[in-house]
Each structure stands twice: as C-alpha cells, then as structure tokens.
C-alpha cells in the first residue's frame, strides 16, 4: 500500500475516532481490548458457543500482514456499536502465525490503536492451518452465525468474479437485525 | 449453539480432500489454460512483453504474485530457487500480477524483482481479466500447464507457509510428474495467501 493511502486511512481512522468519541487512552479497558484470546481451533469453536447471549455472530479472519483486512477493519467495528445492542456478537479471529512474537505484537498493536472492543482471538494452531479449518483461501474473510448457531452466509475472496465487500457483509447483518442507529 | 460445533467440524472435514475444481471456482484440471499475450513484463531487469503462445517449454508454469502480499514475500526464495533448479529442464516460470494496487504494478515488479534478484518472468495485466479466467483468488496461487497447455495441477507451492515445516512439494511433484510423461498424484490444492485486488468495474 502505497503511503497516500496509509495517510488517508489515518486520517479517516482519526476522524472517526472523534466522531463516535472512543474513550481516552490510558484506561485499563483499553489495554484490554489489546490483549488476543488464544485459542486453539477447538477451544474457538467452544467460546462462540458459549456466547448465549448473541442473535447473530460475525467472525472476522484476519492477520495484522493483511493490508485489506486492517483497512476494513474500522467497519467492522462499526457494525458492533451499530448492531451490538441489538444481539450482534463480533468476533476478530488472528490468523497470525502464534509463535511469531512480533506478528502477535503487532496485532496487538493494531488492536489497541483501533481501540477493538470486540472480542478478540488469535487462533493458536500452526500458521496456515486456520486456512484449513475455515476452508478459505485468502482474508479478509467473514462468517455469519445465526441464533442457531449455524452458518448463514460467507463472505470470501475466494471467487475472483464476486468479492466480497463489508457493505454487503453489513447489509446481511442490517436485513437480519434492522437498520442501526 | 452446539450448532456451531458441527458446522465448523464440517468445514473442517470438507476441506481435508483435494478434487479438481474444490477450490477454483472457475477452472478445472484438464480444461486448457486461458491464454494471454502481449502483457507488459520484467525480465532480468529489463521491459519485455508476455504471450503463452511464445513459450515453447514442455511445461509451464503460471504463479500469481502480489509484492505487497507477505505470503507471497515469504515464498520467494523457494520461487527463485524452483526456477534455477528446473532450468534448462524445459520448464518455464511466469510471474503474473493482476494487482490493482500501486505496488503490484510494473514499476513495482522491476524493483521487487531487482531487490530479491528474480530470475523469472514477471508480468502484469492490468485489467485482471487473465487473472479473472484463471479464476485466481488469492497469490501465491500456481498453475502447472502440460505440453498441450492444459491444466494439470492448481494450488500451492508446498504444505506450509513455513519452509522448515513443509513436508510436501505439491509444485515440484506436479512438474516432475508431467516431466516423465505420468500424471500428477495431487491436481489441486489450497492456496491460501492474500486476496487478488481486482480493478473494480470489470
């Protein structure tokens, strides 16, 4: 990515953050939401279910090498404070390599920065296996679970003529739970 | 939510075998390679154009790179070493961008290639449309074309992203095989990297 592109996403990631007031930095929460559950893929498959309270689940795959995925990442965001009160569960899943302490740190890192009050995991399995597991070839990449704890939909790279984008990720989610606001 | 549970699990079965056409939505094993020419390309440092009809080798070998992309990074020694050793073997390496991101062009190519020293071709297509019939969704991601240029083996380059872990050479296995006249054991695998940027509007 070219710098031009990081400077405006800065710029915007900053407007943002004024604009819906993220709390000041410092306080324990946010050092919190920096820290990644590890878990392996069965533990991970055990803390979505243990999310009872949730209508509807996105899971999120991501690294923090993946341009794409940290570009859209403030959607996501935003899609849990539209959608959270009304039974939305976001979840980002690392797919960082865990043994690799300074891709773990800069997820972290990135974590912090955007302030990710979400539930946050980095899948403890040799790196590439998450692929595997998801049955994906590249991130970003988003699953939607239902009350029934079944898949609903994915929104994959993975057919070069229909990409996904996060609008229609937030369109899915808005046409199951309602407009936001 | 105990739901959840089996969906994933059967995710996770579905993805253990490899059959022609499991991860490629678009082509097949045996189907023959979409064909490209005239693209703008790099070569030992210098501009140079890209046409398959142009490539007289026995077997071709077509991978879809991004320079931006780690994974792709992270293979490129194992690239430039695959094509040193199979040179003067009758087999030919392409490097194929389709990249609509600054970087991935062919600026970025000529100092990608100059900074990792690639002794490969490397071009660019700019509209995506080879990269689209190919139906490339991710690089790394190779393809292996035979004598008659059809598809014989589509994926990854090996089973891991880590070189000191990786126990099977999907590519090196693939173009032996077709070398001695024998089918390729495994003809499609996961190639999992970074999503191709296509241009928007196509």
Redesign the interface.
Same mark, same amino acid.
């Given at each position: 990515?070219?710098k031009t592109t990081c400077s405006i996403m800065l710029a915007a990631t900053m407007a943002l953050s004024a604009i819906v007031g993220y709390s000041a930095a410092g306080d324990s929460k946010e050092d919190q939401t920096a820290r990644m559950e590890r878990l392996d893929?069965i533990k991970f498959?055990?803390r &979505?279910?243990?999310?009872?309270d949730a209508k509807y689940t996105i899971v999120d795959a991501w690294a923090s090498?993946?341009?794409?995925c940290k570009e859209n990442f403030p959607h996501l965001l935003d899609m849990h404070k539209k959608y959270g009160a009304k039974g939305l569960k976001v979840v980002s899943l690392s797919l960082d390599?865990p043994s690799d302490q300074t891709a773990v740190g800069e997820a972290e890192k990135f974590l912090k920065q955007k302030n990710a009050d979400i539930i946050n995991v980095l899948l403890d399995e040799?790196?590439?296996v998450g692929?595997?597991? &998801?049955?994906?070839?590249?991130?970003?990449a988003v699953f939607l679970?239902g009350p029934?704890?079944?898949?609903i939909n994915r929104f994959t790279?993975?057919?070069?003529?229909n990409?996904f984008t996060y609008d229609q990720v937030e369109k899915a989610v808005a046409a199951l739970l309602g407009a936001g606001s | 939510?105990?739901?959840?549970?089996?969906?994933?699990a059967v995710?996770?079965v579905?993805?253990?075998p490899t059959f022609a056409g499991k991860?490629n939505?678009?082509v097949s094993i045996g189907e023959k390679a979409p064909d490209f020419s005239g693209l703008p390309a790099v070569f030992n440092g210098e501009d140079t154009s890209l046409s398959l009809v142009d490539v007289k080798d026995e077997v071709v070998v077509v991978v879809f790179l991004g320079n931006?992309c780690?994974v792709v990074q992270q293979y490129e020694d194992r690239l430039i070493e695959f094509t040193k050793d199979y040179e003067g073997k009758g087999v030919r390496v392409i490097g194929l961008s389709v990249n609509d991101?600054?970087?991935d062009r062919i600026p970025g190519i000529k100092s990608y290639t100059k900074d990792h020293k690639s002794n490969y071709i490397y071009g660019y297509d700019e509209s995506?449309k080879v990269?689209?019939a190919y139906?490339?969704?991710?690089t790394p991601?190779f393809f292996v074309l035979d004598k008659e240029r059809k598809i014989r083996y589509t994926g990854a380059m090996d089973d891991?992203?880590?070189e000191t872990?990786v126990t099977k050479t999907y590519l090196r296995d693939a173009v032996d095989a077709l070398l001695k006249g024998e089918s390729p054991k495994v003809e499609e695998t996961?190639?999992?990297?970074?999503?191709?940027?296509?241009k928007k509007g196509d």
């Open positions: 990515m070219n893929w498959q055990a &979505l279910k243990s999310l009872k090498n993946c341009g794409p390599d040799d790196y590439g692929f595997e597991k &998801l049955n994906i070839s590249a991130i970003p679970f029934d704890g079944k898949e790279m993975d057919d070069p003529n990409q | 939510m105990r739901k959840v549970l089996m969906s994933f995710i996770a579905l993805a253990v991860y939505k678009v931006h780690p991101i600054d970087s995506g990269g689209k139906g490339a969704s991710n991601q891991n992203m880590n872990k996961r190639a999992a990297g970074c999503g191709i940027k296509y």
